[in-house]
């Protein structure tokens, strides 16, 4: 009885355990012009699972044997559903169709669902806007401004109008990793930050990472901003562009081969400097840049990638200071699909940036710069449904390039100086896994193992205690200290090794389909250093490697967030509040010299960092009118303690505020489509005034008045607020036609806010009495920008 009892269950049980198991793999692309598309959601819907396409638009997916309904979603296109039946491993690729947003109501279901998916996936403190959204706000002189727009979103900010790179989290703009397929850009600004290097024509997609940073990303400790260019049409050929007040673009692309092989190539430049030259003004400032792009689908399973950007800024003051300084970068990408299962991509990269000076009244010229090489390869396995593994390895090579300084004429009192070049190399090795544990629990979790080699051919100043800096006990300061020796490494030896393990944890539980909590840990290791003394970066300043003296920075980071949607998802909310801690945060002795430095390590002390903040990002994301409002509360400070009980350190060992520090920070960005023809954007921003130093009092010394300032950054400018709108005009025809165009309409700063950029004291010539002056940079700007394609 037994035994049949046993046999029974046995059969009654044997189709769970021996039910057969397919996979549906391929890739999902844009119908329109076969660009692949990262992101797509691919829905299983009787078992209420699903996938997503990766960063080059692969999707594989694990299931029993059986029949199903597919839907794929994709903001912006059409929903494409499909029933099938999987009975064998099945390689399928699909092309979605583009459909307009605002003109029909078939994405909003769409919508609804990518809205679940993100309230379920184990991925917090990322921002991404559409590139379509980006191009709708307004900016200012109407160019369209990735890094602007990102700007707008909660824990994203900079250090003032005009001023360069982005700061995240109270992190410094060093600190943020900025790709463009794959590829390091090191200054991500044009003409000193009025507007970013990345042509929104270009684009594919992006996505900020501000914490809970996956493994496969290493070398900053802030944030990641991830962004990919566009493929090229593989369908027709196709054009894009635009004439503003400031600069003008054009993209083309097009097939080499129908439906195998693409190209792209886009230019931009600004041209306000040559109406400077119709006047008496002898300044002129201007830029260019370049993104191009070769796609080849060798077959099915092999494509191959050559992408490159080329950028040059240059700023002339009456001929007697000029400035050059810009970007290269070249990718070669293979993708490969080994099996229906497993994703590779291999890159072979090359970033330069250099950056130079004449200045003629001392008769010199200037030049820096650092060049990078990068070999990635990247493996993602899709073991299951429920179980995701991305793996990989990564290797880095520096040239640093201090400085070469040059006399540029033969009457010239500068000698001819070159610093030495420094050299290092990065290895790094990571595994990265996503498991989903029943219906509502899902972990992304993983382990970066990264070393860092300070490298040969160099010579190291050798000091008394291995101390580069002294303190003068009896005038209370700092001093640079004399090396007693120097020590000389051949090419290729190595000076100094650091490694560091960087565990990343993500979690995601959800209580339904429209709300969940999240957390998220993350550990990073930055070994390289942007050697400057200004709150914003500039083209001046240095980058150098951890060195024996200058130690790696590492950050630990957590996060805890709460995700929810309501009104059929017409609404969204996400509420975060973080924690970070720095160490090894360099700050600089008072007086510190850092141009053409040769003993940088002289000037520069360990400190550390700790940010924290409450985040809440309020979303519409369906109507007419859709938007967001962003706030911050946060702070970021940093301290510098003496190293021993004699030294004061930097601001007696006391914390102080960042000079990026935002205590406040609210952004209200709207747009509305009122028709077809016309539609309306308009951003709002309040924040709390960056942190200044201010004279309180003064003493007489030998008949001089000399000022005596507050502890560091103990101020704050005065509240900075702006309200900027934009028009866009599209003309709408009777019977479609390939040539399509638009008019954009801005107005940056509507008010005519005279924000500070910076408060500076003098003495009145009249009255004799001090009174503080305010620098203001934008005030009411109006615009007007053409867009056309075809």
């Known amino acids: 009885m037994k035994k049949w009892l046993f046999l029974c269950c046995c059969l009654a049980f044997y189709p769970l355990f021996a039910q057969h198991k397919y996979t549906l793999s391929g890739a999902i692309a844009d119908a329109s012009n076969g660009e692949k598309l990262l992101g797509v959601n691919f829905v299983i819907k009787e078992l209420q699972t699903g996938t997503s396409t990766n960063e080059y638009g692969f999707y594989s997916i694990t299931l029993p044997e059986g029949k199903y309904t597919l839907s794929i979603e994709y903001i912006g296109y059409a929903t494409y559903e499909e029933t099938i039946v999987l009975n064998k491993n099945i390689r399928k690729d699909y092309k979605l169709k583009p459909e307009a947003i605002e003109l029909t109501g078939v994405v909003v279901s769409a919508n609804n669902n990518i809205q679940k998916t993100a309230v379920r996936k184990p991925e917090m403190s990322v921002a991404s806007v559409p590139i379509a959204t980006v191009k709708k706000l307004p900016v200012l002189v109407g160019e369209v401004d990735i890094i602007k727009t990102l700007m707008q979103m909660p824990g994203v900010s900079n250090a003032g109008e005009a001023s360069s790179g982005f700061n995240v989290r109270g992190g410094a703009a060093d600190q943020n990793l900025v790709l463009l397929d794959e590829a390091t850009i090191f200054n991500s600004s044009h003409l000193f930050g009025f507007l970013s290097v990345f042509n929104a024509d270009a684009v594919r997609d992006m996505k900020l990472y501000k914490g809970g940073i996956p493994a496969r990303y290493g070398g900053r400790i802030a944030s990641v901003l991830d962004i990919y260019q566009k493929e ?35 230019g931009r430049a600004s041209y306000a400097h040559l109406f400077l030259k119709l006047t008496d003004n002898k300044n002129s400032a201007y830029f260019y840049d370049l993104n191009t792009k070769l796609s080849y689908q060798l077959n099915q399973n092999n494509a191959l990638y050559l992408s490159g950007y080329f950028g040059k800024d240059l700023f002339n003051l009456s001929n007697n200071l000029v400035n050059a300084y810009g970007n290269a970068l070249v990718n070669l990408r293979w993708n490969h699909v080994f099996t229906d299962k497993l994703f590779s991509n291999l890159s072979a990269i090359y970033s330069n940036y250099d950056y130079k000076f004449d200045f003629s009244a001392l008769e010199m010229r200037w030049d820096s710069g650092i060049e990078n090489f990068n070999l990635k390869y990247d493996f993602k396995n899709y073991i299951s449904e429920h179980f995701k593994l991305s793996y990989g390895m990564q290797g880095l090579y520096y040239v640093f390039k201090p400085g070469k300084l040059m006399p540029t004429s033969s009457t010239s009192t500068i000698r001819e100086r070159i610093l030495d070049n420094k050299y290092a190399a990065e290895l790094g090795f990571y595994a990265d896994a996503e498991q989903k544990l029943g219906s509502a629990l899902t ?22 205690n291995d101390n580069p800096i002294a303190f003068n006990a009896q005038r209370q300061i700092y001093q640079k200290a004399i090396p007693i020796d120097k020590k000389y490494y051949g090419s290729g030896r190595i000076i100094n090794l650091y490694s560091n393990l960087e565990p990343r944890f993500t979690m995601s539980y959800a209580f339904s389909d429209t709300k969940s909590v999240k957390a998220s840990y993350a550990r990073t290791a930055q070994y390289l250093h942007l050697i400057s003394n200004t709150g914003s970066p500039t083209p001046l300043d240095v980058w150098a490697p951890s060195d024996e003296f200058i130690k790696p920075q590492l950050a630990d980071q957590v996060a805890v967030g709460y995700a929810s949607n309501f009104h059929n998802d017409q609404y969204s909310i996400e509420v975060e509040t973080y924690y970070k801690k720095v160490k090894n945060r360099l700050d600089y002795i008072d007086g510190a010299d850092l141009v053409a430095n040769e003993a940088i390590e002289q000037v520069l002390l360990s400190g550390e960092n700790r940010a924290y903040g409450l985040e809440l990002l309020l979303r519409k994301n369906t109507g007419k009118l859709t938007g967001w409002i962003a706030y911050t ?24 505020n960042t000079a990026y520090d935002k205590p406040h920070d609210l952004s209200i960005t709207a747009t509305y489509e009122a028709s077809p023809k016309w539609t309306f954007g308009a951003v709002f921003n309040l924040q709390s005034g960056l942190p200044a130093n201010y004279p309180i009092g003064r003493y007489q010394y030998l008949g001089l008045s000399i000022p005596h300032y507050s502890k560091r950054n103990e101020y704050r400018l005065p509240t900075y607020h702006r309200l900027d709108l934009s028009a866009t005009y599209t003309p709408q025809h009777s019977t479609p036609k390939r040539w399509k165009s638009e008019w954009v309409f801005g107005i940056y700063n509507v008010y005519n806010r005279k924000n500070a950029v910076s408060i500076s004291f003098r003495k009145n010539e009249d009255t004799f009495k001090n009174e503080a002056v305010k620098l203001s940079i934008f005030g009411f700007i109006p615009s007007v920008t053409y867009n056309f394609s075809f």
Not at 446 to 464: D, E, M, P, Q
Not at 651 to 656: I, L, P, S
């Open 232 to 266: 090229g049409n593989k369908n027709n050929f196709a054009a894009t562009g635009g004439m503003g007040l400031l600069s003008s673009r054009l993209l083309a692309e097009g097939p080499i081969v129908k439906d195998k092989a693409s190209f792209l190539i886009g």
């Open 443 to 464: 972990l992304s979790y993983g382990l970066r193992f990264s070393n860092f080699y300070h490298l040969g051919k160099r010579t190291i100043n050798v000091y008394r």
């Open 633 to 656: 509360l946060s702070s970021s400070r940093m301290r510098t303690p003496g190293r021993t009980p004699q030294e004061t350190g930097i601001n007696y060992g006391d914390w102080y």
